[in-house]
Every structure is written in C-alpha cells, then in structure tokens.
C-alpha cells in the first residue's frame, strides 16, 4: 500500500507539470495525442480482424462482411484484398502511434525541464547548512535521476499506460462478442496471474534497484571528491588508496547490477511462462470448437493474432510498473528536496532594504552552528558608514562567522544586525546581498573565462568596465600577457590559476558590482608580501567612502583600520585602533609580536638562501623558528565553520 501511495502521490506533484495552467497550446497537444490514441487502438483491434477474412479467403470459407453487390464481396473476400488491408491496418496502427509521440513529446520533456528548473532553484534557496552537510557529487547525482525520472514517468503514465488500458478493455469487448465468456475468463484469470506475478516480482528488484543506487552515487562521489582534489593526492602519492576507495564502491556497483539483471530475467521468464499458458489455453478451446464445426480456421488464427496482441500491452504493463516504481526511487529524493523548507526565509511582504549611508551595527549577536556549543556570545559593534572596521582574533573565535551573518546564510540564536536602522532579519535577501561586496578567504571560480568570472560581480557590465575593474585589481596586466587574454579558461574552480591570481579575479569581481558595503574575509591571504601590499593599495582606494568590514588573520594589513575589534571564543576582549592596543599589552599585542617575530624568521630564511647546516642537527634558522612557535601560546582549536 505505501508503494501504491507513493506513486500515486508522485503522479499527483507532477501533475501540474503534465497539465500546466498557463499553457493552452500544451494542453491542446495532450488532447490530441488522447484522441491519436483513441484511433490508433481501434485500429490495431482491427487488425486480427482482417488477419482472420485474409485467412478464410485462402481456407475458402468466406467469412469476410458481405456486400449487396457480387463485386463488392468478391474484393472483400478475396485473400489478396484482405493481406493489403491487414498490411494497411498495421501501417496505420503504426503511424497514429508514432504521431502520438511525437505530438505528446513537447508535453513531456517541458514537465522535465520546468521541474528540473524549480529543484535546481530550490537547491539554491537552501541554506548554507543543508549545501555544508551535503556533497556536491550527491547532489548532481540526485538532479540528473530525477530528471530522467520525470520523463520516465510522464512517458510511461501517458503514452503506455493509459493505451494499454484502453486497449486491454477493447480486446475484452471483441472476444466477448466474437467469441464467447470463457475466452475473456481465460484471459482475465491470464491478466490477473500476470499482474500479480510482476508486482511481487518488482517488488522484489526495488530493493536491489535502489541499493544499486546508492553504491552508483558513492562511487560518483568518491570519482568527484578525488578529481576536485587532485593535486593533494599528487601531493601523498595517494593514487593506489583513491582508486582502491573507487574500486571498492564500483565493486558494490558491480554485486548489485548483477543481481539487478538476474532479477530481471527471472522477471521475464516467469512472465512469458503465465501469458503463454494462457495462449496456449485459449487457442485449445477454439480448436475444439474448429473441430465442433462453430469456428473457422481464420477464428483459431483471430484468437491467437488478439492474445498476441494483448501480450504487448500486458508487456508493456508490466514494464510500465518497473520502470514508474524504478523512477519514482529514483524521484523520491529529489521531492523530499523540494518539501524541504528553506532554513531562511524572507518574511511576508518583506521590504527590500534601502541604503543611504551603509552603516551596519550588531546588538548584542548571539550565534551557535550547534546548540551545545556557542559561537558568539553577545556580541555588539558597530561599523560607521565610510570607515573601516576590522575583527582579528585567534583561530576558532568566530571570525568568519560574522561576515555569514552579515549575510544572512544563518539566522541568529539572538540580537540582531541593523544596516541604516533596518534589521536585516526583516528585508529581502536579494535586497540585503545586493549591496555587500564579499572577497573570501577562499576564491572558487567558475570554469569559464576570466571575463566570465569578473563580470559575474555585475552582469551587465560592459567589457571596459570589466578590464577596468581587473586594472584596479592589478590582474589586468597579468590577463593581457595570456594569449587569450580575459578569454582564458581559468578551470574547474579556478585551478588554472595560483592562489593570487584567483584572489584577485575575486577583487575585481567585487569592485565591479561596487557596492556601498564591503566585506574582506582575508582577502589577501593567498598573497605574497609585495603583491598584498599592491593589493592592499587597491583595496584602500576601493574602501574608500565604502563602509568596510575586514576580518583579518595578518595583522600588518588592518594598522590603518579605524577600529579594531579582537575576538576571544566568540566574545569582545579588545577594541580600540592599532596603537592604543599594542598600548593596552593584550592579546592584540600577543598576537602582534608572534606574527612580526615570524615575519622576521621568514626574512632570515629568505636571505639564508641556499646555505645549510650540519646535517645532523636543524640550520639555526629553521631552529629560531621553531623556538619561536614553541614559545608562541596554542592557538583555539580551528572553527570548522571557518
């Protein structure tokens, strides 16, 4: 019964697809596929009609309708003219239901591509959470399935499903009135055994279908997983253990696809042994009666050509209820995505935020990715329109957590964020992210060109705009030494590109879309000293009139912020600007000197060049460092959130 609800629920989400209300001249395709169907199913009952006046003709029993003129029952009776006309009913069978497909085609594959279209936009309604607890592979995975479910299914209910009923009930209708009732018991008692024998049957390979599903997306995501990391299993030599980890998913893969396809002949067998039995059954009792004298030769042929005709649609039933149970496992997941509520939410008639100043303030914020453990605790700073704030701190103390917040990937446990005097809870996302400018820690890129990926910051930018922005960035140079110049494929994920070539992709995407509110999540992170300095240039002139939030983890790249606020386990221990809290000798000016002290040992290696030690013991270089990340107090264990 929860199979049969499933599907039937199934059948019910796409149904508005199928039938869209907006769309008259789908809606007219699908009434005159109904009505191909219609003519084609009475043509193909028509055919073992002709098949048995063709037969008498040539037996000499002349059971062909009879017409008042000789002429006229010559030509029906005569073999020749009743072999063309079976010919001719086949052929029209045949057309009608290729025209039939091809009219319902356009129906289908719009329901495919509208509902593929709402998940792929759902996907990217969900929070940040749901996309961190999922991997990426899966998801791809899940999308592709349910889209080629969708045409399953449309296919299948429309275009085999429903024929076949109404060609089932028509072939009972003329062996009733051609024959007599034990011609439709035997083929109801053949009908019933067969539907039953293939629902168990199914039933059975579901189990094996969907475990081959899932060892199918493991090892799918393992090969992605992989590949995305390739040069970290460079980097360990790991190519034996990755494709021993993907050899042993496709092993999975392997036990069960040959279960699946063993299921499936015993599947077959067992179906073809039930029709044929019935077959065999039916065409007894006509020649007993061919015996008896009260049936012709051409009604022993006419029953066997209508139980051979019935066995295609009692086929076709059977593989029409594989396939809908297969694609509705298959769909499954792709709905339970769809009924899953966005985490965060616009409110009702929420207003779009209007921003006249950009000055962003938090009150008393409180935070936690899970209950059990605190992120930030109270928190309350404000960021006045024009000036630069920065957040430093160790790592873990929820640094990059706030530019989430800022953002609204998480709503907050408490407090609240204002932009101008608005709550941000209260606005339109759209709005909100519209007039905040991000450079991450992080740069991912899409695989595309550069142009691409610097013009994705505001889209309707022309390319003078865009190569202005990358000037800015100080990649344009860097761009117009390639030899596709900003046509350059930069890769999946960026990957053709170092780790300051993507981070200043990222800032000029940013100054492009130039937006009143900027956020710099380590934005030079990725940098060497001489091009962060560039950098850091570029993003001063950018900031400049622009309310800025940067969180930093080098400390040399915030002296000149206007305030500077220090996090600790999630709370406010410092504030104030860079000389007042190298003066105040806390953890800011802790921090300070373990970084310049590591500055300085970089230096000396620097200039060490080439020059080595004994060989037993550590260069006195390398050993000053370690000593001084020996003396260096342990760092809060890392943020997995940041």
């Given at each position: 019964m929860a199979a049969e609800a499933s599907l039937l629920r199934t059948v019910v989400h796409l149904w508005p697809y199928i039938w869209p209300s907006d769309r008259t001249d789908l809606k007219l395709r699908i009434w005159g596929a109904m009505v191909l169907l219609l003519v084609a199913k009475l043509a193909t009952v028509a055919v073992p009609f002709t098949y048995k006046w063709a037969t008498d003709a040539l037996a000499g029993q002349g059971s062909a309708p009879v017409a008042t003129a000789d002429w006229v029952v010559w030509a029906l009776a005569a073999p020749v003219a009743m072999t063309i006309a079976y010919g001719g009913m086949r052929i029209l069978m045949a057309v009608l239901t290729q025209m039939r497909d091809g009219l319902f085609a356009k129906v289908a594959m719009n329901a495919v591509r509208r509902l593929a279209y709402r998940t792929f936009i759902h996907m990217h309604e969900l929070s940040l959470r749901f996309h961190l607890e999922r991997k990426t592979g899966g998801l791809t995975r899940v999308l592709e399935r349910g889209r080629n479910a969708i045409e399953t299914i449309v296919r299948m209910v429309i275009l085999q499903l429903a024929p076949t009923i109404v060609e089932l009930l028509l072939i009972i209708g003329v062996l009733m009135w051609q024959f007599d009732w034990r011609y439709v018991l035997v083929v109801l008692i053949t009908v019933t055994f067969y539907m039953v024998y293939t629902y168990y049957a199914t039933e059975w390979r579901i189990g094996i279908r969907r475990k081959m599903n899932e060892s199918d997306t493991d090892a799918n995501v393992k090969a992605i997983d992989s590949l995305l990391n390739y040069e970290t299993v460079k980097y360990f030599s790991a190519e034996e253990r990755e494709a021993e980890r993907y050899d042993k998913s496709m092993a999975r893969y392997e036990g069960a696809s040959v279960m699946a396809y063993t299921s499936l002949a015993v599947l077959n067998a067992g179906q073809a042994v039930?029709?044929?039995?019935?077959?065999?059954?039916?065409?007894?009792?006509?020649?007993?009666?061919?015996?008896?004298?009260?049936?012709?030769?051409?009604?022993?042929?006419?029953?066997?050509?209508?139980?051979?005709?019935?066995?295609?649609?009692?086929?076709?039933?059977?593989?029409?209820?594989?396939?809908?149970?297969?694609?509705?496992?298959?769909?499954?997941l792709m709905f339970s995505i769809l009924s899953r509520d966005p985490e965060i939410k616009d409110i009702p008639s929420a207003p779009e935020l209007k921003v006249a100043n950009g000055n962003v303030r938090f009150e008393n914020v409180a935070f936690s990715y899970e209950p059990d453990r605190k992120i930030l605790n109270g928190i309350s700073f404000e960021v006045p329109a024009g000036k630069t704030v920065a957040v430093v701190g160790p790592s873990g103390a929820g640094k990059s957590t706030i530019s989430r917040l800022l953002f609204r990937f998480y709503d907050l446990?408490?407090?609240?964020?204002?932009?101008?005097?608005?709550?941000?809870?209260?606005v339109t996302q759209k709005s909100l992210r519209k007039v905040i400018g991000m450079v991450p820690q992080d740069t991912v890129l899409f695989n595309d060109t550069i142009r691409y990926n610097i013009r994705y910051g505001r889209w309707e930018a022309s390319n003078e705009e865009v190569e202005a922005a990358a000037s800015l960035a100080q990649i344009d140079g860097l761009i117009r030494m390639a030899p596709k110049g900003y046509d350059t494929e930069v890769g999946e994920r960026g990957l053709k590109l170092s780790g300051g070539e993507k981070q200043r992709v990222a800032i000029a995407r940013t100054i492009l879309k130039g937006p009143p509110i900027l956020v710099l999540d380590e934005a030079t992170s990725a940098l060497d000293s001489h091009t962060e300095k560039e950098i850091q240039d570029a993003l001063e002139r950018v900031s400049k009139g622009r309310t800025t939030l940067v969180i930093a983890h080098r400390l040399s790249t915030i002296v000149g912020a206007d305030e500077i606020i220090v996090l600790e386990a999630g709370e406010i221990v410092e504030r104030g600007t860079h000389s007042a809290l190298l003066a105040k000798k806390g953890l800011y000016e802790s921090m300070w000197n373990r970084q310049r002290e590591a500055e300085e040992a970089r230096e000396k290696l620097a200039r060490a060049g080439e020059d080595e030690a004994a060989p037993n013991r550590n260069p006195p270089l390398v050993q000053d460092v370690i000593s001084v990340a020996a003396a260096a107090p342990i760092e809060a264990p890392v943020d997995a959130a940041e």
């Open positions: 039930i029709f044929t039995v019935g077959l065999a059954a039916a065409m007894v009792m006509c020649a007993f009666e061919i015996k008896a004298g009260t049936k012709t030769v051409g009604d022993f042929v006419m029953v066997n050509a209508m139980m051979i005709q019935l066995y295609q649609p009692l086929n076709f039933m059977g593989m029409v209820y594989r396939e809908i149970k297969q694609a509705v496992i298959d769909i499954e446990a408490g407090g609240r964020i204002l932009i101008d005097g608005q709550d941000i809870a209260r």
